[in-house]
């Protein structure tokens, strides 16, 4: 085992890991269940929208040319000749000061062009007055002043958004063609490991990244199958992912990726003959992460430390995964926060701390979330987002710019921006 890993950049394991990814094939869903899914086709728009055109407003449907000269000293009346609710149309021809009792959403029948609002007119005996000059298409929506048949709508490769469900809906798609989602194992290694309703044992802990990780594929619209824990013994853990690659588009482990005794990963990805794009990132906590690929299939390794797992998880797993699923936009935002108190602990490699993010007077006041060691959890549930300080040799301070990576947010980048 090599002990002396060197490490790359951040951005350059990212890239790494991207370019020996691809997107997985599509699928046609039922429109109701698309939310969350990529769309593997652009969605044209199949009429005009609106469909026809129409009322905005309750009131009446005039021709706008008899309004012309109306004031308050002389009002202008009309007498109502058919009433259209939405839904129902006419092929009445108004006459001169003629009106249609309409609805909001209702036809407008092609003879008028302006609409007066319940509130702009005063009812009389047989229909109302006006006191003002209404303009054309005043109060109307226009067929297609939205968006016109054959207008592409939402592009291939977006996130369908609920959004997305309303203009399928729209446009009568009952079912919709969308990225594959990956089938994502996961598989908690260490044989300190217990589960979760297990009683407590001397120099044994709770399995927490398991469904850590299971929840932050939740986060990204993916079911991930979770595998049993497994001992540190190489043979069986080989057994194991071997399985699972039979059965998964990608495998997620946690521990045994560092240089201890028991640390497997390594000789495991030697064993299936898999591809090490790297085992060392300068970035804290999960530098020891480590990503290999096999065939199309990639293996993340990552740190059994529960906040070096969560972070090799955001930086890594989850762009990659997006990409699989056919996503544009891959990467978590990444935006400017002020740092809400002094951080003085430098060190050389990129920090992801997790944090608790507070939006006040317009601004993202950040500050780091608790505990904030590589083996910290419950820092990671206290926070929504991840302050990111560059790695060197000094501190920052309370009210310091720092950039801060916008972690559970569904609307994504097609850059990464750190
Ligand atoms: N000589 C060196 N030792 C270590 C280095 C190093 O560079 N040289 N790196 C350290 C860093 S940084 C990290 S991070 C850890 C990574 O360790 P592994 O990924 O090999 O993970 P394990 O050894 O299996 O476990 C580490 C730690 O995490 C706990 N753990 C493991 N799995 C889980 C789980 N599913 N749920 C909760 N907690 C878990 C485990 O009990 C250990 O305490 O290595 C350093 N060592
Ligand atoms: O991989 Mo470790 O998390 O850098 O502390
Ligand atoms: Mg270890």
Not at 27 to 42: F, H, M, N, Q, W
Not at 158 to 166: D, E, L, M, W, Y
Not at 265 to 285: C, D, Q, S, T
């Amino acid at each position: 085992m090599t002990i002396n890993r060197i490490p790359i950049s951040v951005r350059e394991a990212l890239g790494r890991v991207i370019d020996n990814v691809g997107r997985l094939p599509h699928e046609k869903v039922p429109y109701t269940e698309s939310y969350g899914r990529i769309l593997a086709a652009d969605l044209t728009a199949t009429d005009d929208v609106p469909l026809f055109t129409k009322s905005a407003m309750d009131g009446f449907a005039i021709r706008s040319e008899d309004s012309t000269g109306a004031s308050g000293e002389r009002r202008i009346a009309f007498k109502v000749v058919e009433e259209i609710p939405a839904g129902a149309s006419s092929d009445y021809v108004l006459a001169p000061n003629e009106a249609f009792r309409i609805m909001t959403g209702a036809e407008v029948p092609k003879s008028a062009d302006a609409v007066v609002m319940f509130e702009q007119a005063k009812e009389t005996a047989d229909g109302f007055t006006v006191r003002k000059a209404f303009r054309p298409d005043e109060n109307i929506a226009l067929q297609g002043e939205e968006c016109k048949t054959g207008d592409v709508i939402v592009p291939e490769g977006t996130f369908v958004n609920p959004g997305t469900v309303a203009t399928l809906a729209t446009f009568g798609y009952s079912s919709v063609e969308v990225y594959r989602r990956p089938v994502v194992g996961i598989m908690s290694t260490g044989s300190e490991l217990l589960d979760v309703d297990a009683p407590p044992e001397r120099g044994k802990i709770r399995n927490s990244n398991g469904p850590m990780i299971q929840s932050q594929l939740k986060r990204m619209n993916i079911d991930g199958r979770l595998y049993k824990l497994e001992a540190d013994d190489l043979d069986t853990l080989t057994a194991r992912v071997r399985e699972m690659l039979s059965e998964v588009d990608a495998v997620i482990t946690t521990g045994g990726v560092s240089v201890g005794d028991y640390d497997h990963l390594p000789g495991l990805y030697k064993n299936l003959g898999a591809i090490e794009l790297f085992n060392k990132v300068g970035m804290r906590p999960g530098s020891v992460t480590t990503v290999s690929v096999l065939g199309d299939k990639p293996l993340f390794g990552l740190s059994g430390n529960p906040s070096a797992c969560y972070s090799g998880f955001e930086l890594f797993v989850r762009p990659a995964l997006l990409k699989m699923m056919g996503h544009d936009k891959i990467y978590a935002p990444v935006v400017e926060g002020i740092l809400d108190e002094d951080f003085r602990k430098a060190n050389p490699f990129t920090r992801f701390i997790r944090a608790e993010l507070e939006y006040r007077d317009g601004r993202i006041m950040a500050r780091p979330s608790g505990f904030n060691k590589s083996n910290a959890v419950t820092s990671i549930a206290k926070s929504n987002g991840v302050i990111v300080l560059p790695g060197g040799t000094r501190g920052f301070e309370k009210g310091n710019a720092v950039r801060v990576m916008m972690t559970d947010m569904t609307t994504g980048t097609d850059r990464f921006d750190i």
